[in-house]
């Protein structure tokens, strides 16, 4: 797929614009990606139905 070059130009722009840096500084590596966080939310309440689980056989 040959990519045009206006729209080249325009990703190379937003690689460097992402994360909120100056035009002219690359992304940066300390922002986290939108996958990366919605995994540790998943995990993060995995984690707590576990436990919740765990608590309510407890009680029985």
Known sequence: M???PATWKLR???HLN???GSCGE???RHCTPAWATRVKLHLKKKKKKKKE???NS???
């Open 12 to 14: 190379q722009e937003n």
């Open 26 to 28: 690359p992304r940066s």
């Open 2 to 4: 040959p990519v045009i």
């Open 53 to 55: 689980k765990k608590e």
């Open 58 to 60: 407890a009680r029985d």
């Open 18 to 20: 992402l994360g909120g």
